[in-house]
Nanobody, 124 residues
Framework: QVQLVESGGGLVQAGGSLRLSCAASGRTFSRYAMGWFRQAPGKEREFVAGINWSGKDTYFADSVKGRFTISRDNAKNTVYLQMNSLKLEDTAVYYC?????????????????WGQGTQVTVSS
């Protein structure tokens, strides 16, 4: 059973930084692409960032390019989202996701598994 558990959310002032973590279990972590999504109140869930199984390929939404980075530690079964220069509009619940299929990329990925989410609130 695949489980994804996010942590690291919280309240931060605009311009500040946060690092989210997602610990995965239930299958061989290093074979699967991982992603981060977010959902703000009243809006649909949107893609934020993705990283392929090896960590060599990453992809970001235009809204976070240059501010967010995604990384993974396959030895710790964990994916990270480093968020810098946070803006009010980054406020959302952030979800970790794992690809359904092994060795897939991070574009048009079938995200089969989801965490419960962690709240990120950016204040002025």
């Amino acid at each position: 059973q695949v489980q994804l558990v996010e942590s690291g959310g919280g309240l931060v002032q605009a311009g500040g930084s946060l690092r989210l973590s997602c610990a995965a279990s239930g299958r061989t972590f290093s074979r699967y692409a991982m992603g981060w999504f977010r959902q703000a109140p009243g809006k649909e869930r949107e893609f934020v960032a993705g990283i392929n199984w090896s960590g060599k390929d990453t992809y970001f939404a235009d809204s976070v390019k240059g501010r967010f980075t995604i990384s993974r530690d396959n030895a710790k079964n964990t994916v990270y989202l480093q968020m810098n220069s946070l803006k009010l509009e980054d406020t959302a619940v952030y979800y970790c996701a794992s690809a359904r299929r092994e060795f897939s990329g991070v574009v048009l990925t079938d995200w089969g598994y989801w965490g419960q989410g962690t709240q990120v609130t950016v204040s002025s």
